[in-house]
């Protein structure tokens, strides 16, 4: 599950991480949530805003975006939603940190999580293209997810799919056979992986700054 994150990496650094042919024009994001625009790569080279949760193309209305944030690697090839854009709409989603929840009875702990070196990464998504009634294009993303590793699995038991700098080329690329694609899907982070607690900010999502990322005064919790 992978239900906000954050990139809020200096604009140059994500240029130089992806190999851009130019310097995004980003704001520093410390809680994107479902239904909100963020930086999606479709094509190498090319960083473009797409709305976080997928449309079928074949969708009636927007209303199913909320609903499709998250893509289970194992439903790729099946699920009428994620099909399709496996095999020909794949994208690399930029981020540089998550969020997930940690339940114990009535407490709901959020944990920050990212890259113990602090650098951005790339997660697997698939993108749509939908055209509302009213002809406007709607370019919308999910995020692929897999079972949890081992650091993860303290949290939760699913995490979003990492891929590392040499398999997002790999992802991109057309392919006739996606199922040959397995492999990427089953890869754990490019490198160990960090948490803390921080404050519950991060719970609404009308609150999109700094503070999201200030560590729990009081610890609740403990992966340990």
């Known amino acids: 599950m992978c239900g906000r994150y954050t990139l809020k990496t200096d604009a140059k650094a ?30 190498p080279g090319k960083l473009q805003l797409a709305q976080w949760g997928l449309i079928p193309h074949w969708a009636p209305d927007a209303t199913v975006a909320g609903k499709l944030i998250n893509a289970r690697a194992d439903s790729l090839p099946e699920k009428p939603a994620f099909r399709e854009a496996f095999k020909r709409r794949r994208c690399l989603v930029v981020a540089d940190g998550f969020y997930e929840w940690q339940h114990a009875g009535k407490v709901s702990q959020p944990f920050f999580i990212h890259l113990e070196s602090g650098r951005p990464f790339t997660l697997a998504g698939l993108w749509e293209s939908w055209h509302a009634p009213n002809g406007l294009e709607v370019v919308s993303f999910t995020i692929v997810t897999t079972a949890a590793n ?19 080329a790999r992802w991109l ?13 089953e890869a754990g982070p490019p490198e160990a992986l960090a948490a803390f607690e921080v404050e519950r900010h991060v719970n609404s999502v009308a609150i999109d700054e700094p503070r999201c990322l200030e560590p729990a005064k009081q610890v609740q919790l403990s992966l340990l």
Not at 16 to 42: F, S
Not at 160 to 168: H, I, N, Q, S, T
Not at 173 to 185: E, G, I, R, V
């Open 173 to 185: 690329a057309p392919t006739d056979d996606p199922s040959s694609l397995k492999p990427l899907l």
């Open 14 to 43: 994500i240029q130089a991480e992806l190999g851009l042919d130019e310097t995004p024009v980003l704001q520093p994001r410390y809680n994107i949530a479902p239904t909100q625009a963020a930086p999606i790569v479709i094509e």
């Open 150 to 168: 081992a650091f993860m699995s303290r949290l939760h038991d699913r995490m979003p799919v990492f891929l590392p700098r040499e398999a997002r």
